[in-house]
């Protein structure tokens, strides 16, 4: 195969491996914060989601809310990770105006969760496996906004303290195609666990990408840091500009310099944050308001019991139960919507019938259309109904295309439609000759040529679903024009 | 265990403190005095003993997933030297 050289990005002087790691930051599903009793909602008013624990006030303690360590088990669980029954808070320190207390309460040596691993189908076969290193609970930071005045910073605190989940992998990443890969196979697995709404648009998931470049069998390189990265488009950017950046320097003679830089969309270019670069000691020490976060086996194994069934175990459920090819099968669960969508249409019918006009009439319409999968105006009945009218060979694949279309816009009960409408498939041998008689008739010089080149049966066929609507049984319509043409 | 003067000086930066030269010099021997005088508890023995958490064995305090707090924003910035329209206000912090 060739798939590990088609990783490789070729250079002035040679083949060049990418290395990528991701630190990915989801917001916790919860209701309240994580150390205090406020609100999680996003937007409101300045403020308003705010607590004294928040605003760190003198004399406050943080106290956790439990639902945070359930939903980072879960999640834990979900990545086939190692769940730490013991787990420490830390402090780590650093200034800045949106972060109220001086420190972010993080985890440090001793994580909620530990090593897991992530399963990337990429779209010519291949399976990925990339490592999860860790995965914490820690405390969001609050907002500045910096164009509300000329020389003053605006602040919100109403995302301080509001749990996040930093989901670290390790660096196994060789390619853009496959960090969009893992970022996308991530948001899944939160969103199928109901951990995290992955809207990375709202900011609650975004991603920290560390890239390097290296020759094929080197020691790693010299990484750089893509901070905050908000969309899987722009990862996939982000990370081809900066390899081919790193790639340009060395192949001048120069060398990487270790620092933070910012993706420019706009710009398609990486540029380097500088000023964030000299102090990075952030002292980390444990927090002396917390006592260490302990639970035992028990607890592990009630929440594990109640996971919902996962994509991959859906996507080898689809493939081995149903008998559907890995590709569509990967494509139907990528959402536990859409793949609940698919259930409902191939329930009782042929399943790989049902995926394909799934994916490639319905949810091609969806995208076509940027709807959102419960806007759909063909319920999962009406589309089963259309593939029960095919399978009874009561419309043709191209009949039942047009129908898919009228109850796209009109609405309606397919089988009724094809009724009134008159769409049924003429499977009757009689009519078919009828018609093939009469073309034959009329079109003396084409049945002789047809005699010295087969192939024009072609323009016959043509001839009889034109006179027929479309609605002539092609197999019956060939085999009858073959016999009568003697072909 | 010592540290010098340029540890000193890191340490103030970290902390937001500003500190002179000759501050700098004095902190240097009362830290190290100190940090002498903490240096005694090497001296105990703790293989296999777990670090302390809490002089009482009881485990964490949780909370409900609930919303009990918030909605006073006014609270939350009467104590800042500026604010508007209950935002804090702060020198201008930019890239």
Redesign the interface.
Known sequence: MAEASSKLIKGATGDWEVVIGMEIHAQVASEAKLFSGSSTKFGGEANAHVSFVDAAMPGMLPVINEECVRQAIRTGLGLKAKINNRSLFDRKNYFYPDLPQGYQISQYKDPIVGEGEVVLYMLDGEEVRIGVERLHLEQDAGKSMHDQHPTMSFVDLNRSGVALMEIVSKPDIRSSEEAKAYMTKMRTIVRYLGTSDGNMEEGSMRADVNVSVRRPGDPLGTRCELKNMNSIRFIGQAIEYEARRQIGILEDGGSIDQETRLYDPKKGETRSMRSKEEAHDYRYFPDPDLLPLEFDDAYVEELRKDLPELPDDKRDRFISDLGLKPYDASVLVASKRLAAFFEKVATGRDAQLAANWVINEWLGRINKESLDIDQSPVSADQLGAIIDLIKAGDISGKIAKDLFEIVWTEGGDPAKIVEEKGMKQVTDTGAIEAIIDEIIAKNPDQVEKVKEKPSLIGWFVGQVMKASQGKANPQAVNQILKDKLGL | MSIDKDTVK?VA??A?LSVTEEEAESLKGELNSILNWVEMLNEVDVDGVA?M??VVT??????????????Y?NL??SNAP?S????????????
């Open positions: 890191r930066r970290l937001r670090p958490t809490s009881q485990e964490m305090k949780k909370r409900d997933d609930v919303v009990t707090d918030g909605n924003a939350v910035v500026a508007e329209e209950n935002y804090f206000m702060v020198p201008k912090v930019i890239e």
